[in-house]
């Protein structure tokens, strides 16, 4: 059996948890952590069971798992669990690794601001446009019939992607074997999209560090980008932001940069992706001149605003700025 977080074998230690709490007023095992974050390959039903139940405690949480097991990597940590069917512990609802990030999301929670997910959008927002029947054949026969701008699409249909910008294309941030980079192809291929021809800022969905604390001092994201009209991006990216100015993204990118917002993204992101769920705990911040933050100024000079606006302690502040690598 594959450990999960090494491979792609579906877990079963969920399974040795409910049996044992079925045959045990008291039960304690040491299993992977990720579903403490709703992420990993446990059932979500389940993982919202746990989390709600006032019978269940975390005894431990480790995320560097070779604390515990030194030869064993596991994404997203380890956790020792207690169950006790006759203890009332009160549900944990959402899990924090270190008392720290509790009070910080509490304090960010109190303001009740509309959360950074609601300008999002998800890593295969983009698609094809299957109802022109050229579209549809072409996806059907060279793409199985994934409407999605795939990670490897520009791999996949190098006849309709080009380094070259020409009138009536639009552009595509991706990989290719080389690295990131742009290619065009037609627009009439594409869907519509709330931000295509918008300023939007692109973040990589996938990092190389999971979890606060799995390394000694995390980005949490890799390298985020400004993306200008006309460019989209493809499955390895989310997007965030549909700005009629470029001011605006700037603004944005310069936020998702900040050591505040990638620390309440690490609440929830434990293991190497982002999905546009794990950013629900970010607040939303008005990106424009009449914001109550300074956005011309540095990255790290919006950090000491954003500390001042949710009224961090030093404590706090301290472990944020120990915990998340700085990036300008």
Not at 118 to 132: G, H, M, P, V
Not at 240 to 263: M, N, Q, S, W
Request: glycine share 8%; hydrophobic share 35%; net charge neutral.
């Amino acid at each position: 059996m594959t450990v999960e977080g090494n491979g792609r074998a579906k877990p079963v230690y969920h399974l040795f948890i409910d049996l044992a709490s079925q045959l045990s007023q008291r039960v304690s095992l040491i299993t992977p952590a990720r579903y403490l974050f709703n992420a990993g390959f446990t059932p979500t039903e389940w993982n919202n069971k746990m989390l709600n139940d006032v019978h269940f405690r975390v005894v431990a949480y480790k995320a560097n798992s070779t604390e515990i097991f030194p030869t064993v990597g596991i994404t997203g940590g380890v956790a020792i669990m207690f169950r006790d069917a006759k203890q009332d512990f009160g549900k944990i609802g959402t899990f924090k690794a270190y008392p720290e990030l509790d009070t910080i999301a509490d304090k960010v929670g109190a303001k009740q601001e509309q959360s950074l997910v609601e300008i999002i959008y998800a890593e295969s927002s983009y698609r094809f446009d299957t109802s022109k029947p050229e579209v549809e054949r072409l996806v059907l026969e060279r793409l199985n019939g994934d409407r999605k701008i795939i990670s490897n699409v520009f791999d996949k249909l190098p006849d309709f992607f080009s380094e070259e910008q020409r009138p009536g294309t639009v552009g595509f941030y991706g990989r290719t074997t080389g690295g990131r980079c742009f290619r065009y192809a037609d627009k009439n291929l594409f869907g519509e999209h709330p931000n295509l021809d918008k300023h939007k800022v692109i973040v990589p969905e996938s990092n190389g560090s999971g979890a606060i604390g799995e390394v000694p001092c995390t980005p949490i994201i890799g390298t985020p980008i400004i993306g200008v009209p006309l460019i989209g991006a493809t499955q390895t990216f989310l997007t965030i932001g549909a700005f009629d100015t470029r001011a605006e993204a700037e603004a944005c990118l310069k936020y998702v940069k900040t050591k505040f917002a990638r620390t309440l993204l690490g609440i929830l992101k434990v293991t190497q992706h982002n999905p546009k769920d794990t950013w629900r705990l970010v607040p939303l911040q008005d990106f424009t001149n009449r914001s109550d933050i300074d956005w011309t100024q540095s990255v790290s000079d919006i950090d000491r605003q954003l500390y001042r606006k949710y009224a961090l302690s030093e404590s706090e502040i301290s472990f944020i700025e120990e915990k998340v690598r700085a990036m300008e």
